[in-house]
C-alpha cells in the first residue's frame, strides 16, 4: 500500500492518560501523557516537534473532548468524524483512517 500520511499520530485516549504512537520516516514512538491541561500541551508541543500533520484517535465517553479542542486542524475526518476509531497509526499512515 502506498504512504498517504508520512508524519501521523495515533492516539488511544483514557480518563486519566493519553497514550500517542507517532510514526515517522525515522521511525515509531510511543509515549504516555496525561490528560491535564499542561499535559495536553506537552502532547501537542511533542506532536508539533515530531512534524504530525494527522492524527486518528480511538476514545470512549466524552475524553476525547479536550483533545479535539486542541488538535482539530490535525484530527483525520476533523470535528465532524471525531472520534475517528483507529487502534495505531498505521492504518492512517495508509490512508485506511
Do not use: N
Not at 495515533?10 to 515509531?28: F, N, R, S, W, Y
Not at 506532536?47 to 482539530?72: C, D, F, K, N, Q
Amino acid at each position: 500500500m502506498q504512504t498517504l500520511h508520512e508524519r501521523c499520530c495515533g492516539l488511544d485516549v483514557h480518563k486519566k492518560t493519553v497514550v500517542a504512537c507517532v510514526i515517522t520516516p525515522e521511525g515509531q514512538e510511543t509515549q504516555t501523557f496525561g490528560t491535564m491541561t499542561f499535559d495536553l500541551l506537552k502532547l501537542s508541543d511533542w506532536l508539533t516537534e515530531r512534524g504530525v500533520t494527522h492524527v486518528a484517535m480511538e476514545s470512549s465517553g466524552v475524553y476525547w473532548r479536550p483533545i479535539v479542542r486542541r488538535e482539530a486542524p490535525r484530527i483525520s475526518g476533523g470535528e465532524e468524524g471525531v472520534p475517528p476509531a483507529a487502534r495505531r497509526s498505521g492504518p492512517l499512515k495508509l490512508g485506511a483512517v
